[in-house]
């Protein structure tokens, strides 16, 4: 039984993050949008879980890692809503769920995720510590690009004019190295597949909503 759930585990995770992408894309195509878009935070959720059983974070120093990137998301973006440094002068909408200090407590489940499997696909391209986590941090700031582009059309953050400013990436790229690199020097990489589904997933995602909006 539990070598049968190993070797459909990756294949179900993959089937079940694509399914929901595949589907949302349909959908919105098809002018569902306001029905759609407010499902986000079950999407990434969904994401997350597996990401548990796929890298796996089943340790004490692996959840750990996790639990300081989801902290770090989280302090980082607090101090970006509430005194426009960092990021520059934003708010964050309804769509993504419950806030804590203004942030929605999914993004900080969200800068953990893409910190992980960012990680793991920089490692897969470059064996040498610094170079995977400047490429992860490049990864991150990639899909951050896109989903500014529709952030604020789906309620997610809205910021001032809405002009995304250049530190906006420079410090997304900044937090995200440092994280990375202190990911890969302390937890063994032992995922990569489906890191790089959920990540090429979420690029999909939004660069699908770009092409149908």
Request: hydrophobic fraction near 60%.
């Amino acid at each position: 039984m539990q070598e049968a759930l190993q070797l459909y585990k990756l294949p179900a995770s993959v089937f079940t993050v694509w399914l929901f992408v595949v589907s949302a894309l349909i959908g919105i195509g098809l002018g569902h949008v306001a029905w759609f878009i407010p499902k986000t935070p079950l999407n990434l959720l969904i994401g997350a879980v597996l990401l548990f059983l796929n890298f796996p974070i089943n340790n004490a120093k692996t959840f750990s890692i996790w639990c300081f990137a989801f902290l770090t998301g989280m302090t980082a973006e607090a101090v970006g809503v509430n005194t426009g440094l960092l990021f520059g002068d934003y708010y964050y909408g309804e769509n993504l769920g419950v806030k804590l200090l203004g942030v929605p407590l999914l993004i900080g489940v969200y800068w953990a995720v893409l910190s992980f499997i960012t990680a793991a696909i920089g490692k897969k391209i470059f064996s040498k510590n610094v170079l995977a986590a400047l490429c992860g941090a490049a990864l991150m700031v990639l899909l951050d690009f896109f989903m500014e582009q529709l952030a604020g059309r789906f309620d997610f953050w809205h910021f001032k004019d809405g002009i995304v400013p250049l530190r906006n990436y420079v410090t997304w790229f900044i937090i995200a190295f440092l994280l990375q690199f202190l990911l890969l020097k302390s937890v063994k990489i032992t995922d990569f597949k489906y890191s790089l589904h959920l990540f090429l997933s979420q690029i999909a995602f939004f660069a699908g909503c770009l092409l149908l909006l």
